[in-house]
């Protein structure tokens, strides 16, 4: 079914115009931008940075990085645009083992329905409370009941404050604050007799905010001082 909006109320001189936002099974939005083309070198560890905007600006990609850990890929995140992030760098979908998430502001988010093409369920890395909120905006979006999501997508629920065996890497979500639900993660491997580690430190709040946040006495939206 197609939803098509006309705009009657806004006749000028006895016209109306009628937007169909709707895409052609065979169509899809473009990005607004041209990432190019950056091969890259498989590495027993290593971070693809493929992005800092905010999902508002057109020249740049949204936030978002690539974990590679012993020849598997494993998305950041995953925003609008992903399929063309992914192409850019000679990745294809089928090559995407997982996705860790932080959160389901559509700058983060926005590529989720895009990784359902995949054929299989891509294993699915966040804390349960990011899972929920997530579950159920996409449920929303596609129409589909919550309980689907374990279909698409092989869940694996992260422990906050804690490091959590993600197919041989460590990883610990830690809670965010923000207007929804969200972690930052940390990933670390051992190799070469220490370890390698990177922090995944998605829309924190500046220090000068979060100091307005806390009170002595918790009341309405502000954090208890001890946090």
């Not at 992030?85 to 083992?97: A, C």
């Not at 279909?151 to 694996?156: A, M």
Request: charged residues 25%; proline residues 6%.
């Amino acid at each position: 079914k197609k939803d098509k909006f006309t705009f009657e109320g806004d006749i000028y001189r006895g016209h109306s115009s009628e937007v169909d936002l709707n895409l052609a099974p065979d169509e899809r939005y473009e990005a607004p931008y041209t990432p190019g083309q950056h091969p890259i070198e498989p590495q027993y560890f290593g971070v693809i940075h493929c992005g800092e905007g905010d999902g508002w600006d057109p020249r740049r990609q949204s936030m978002g990085s690539i974990v590679m850990f012993q020849g598997r890929y494993y998305l950041v995140d995953a925003g609008p645009g992903i399929l063309d992030t992914l192409r850019s760098l000679g990745i294809d979908l089928s090559e995407i083992e997982g996705i860790f998430h932080t959160h389901a502001h559509d700058d983060h988010f926005a590529g989720i329905p895009a990784l359902l093409a995949s054929g299989r369920r891509i294993k699915y890395f966040a804390t349960p409370v990011v899972r929920s909120s997530v579950t159920k905006k996409l449920s929303a979006l596609i129409s589909a009941d919550e309980n689907l999501f374990t279909q698409f997508f092989d869940v694996r629920d992260l422990v906050t404050d804690q490091w959590n065996d993600c197919d041989g890497m460590e990883v610990m979500p830690m809670h965010s604050p923000h207007p929804v639900e969200s972690t930052v993660f940390v990933f670390r491997v051992q190799e070469n007799g220490g370890y390698k580690t990177y922090a995944h430190w998605a829309d924190i709040v500046s220090m000068k905010v979060l100091r307005r946040l806390v009170a002595e006495t918790p009341a309405g939206d502000s954090l208890p001082s001890e946090y």
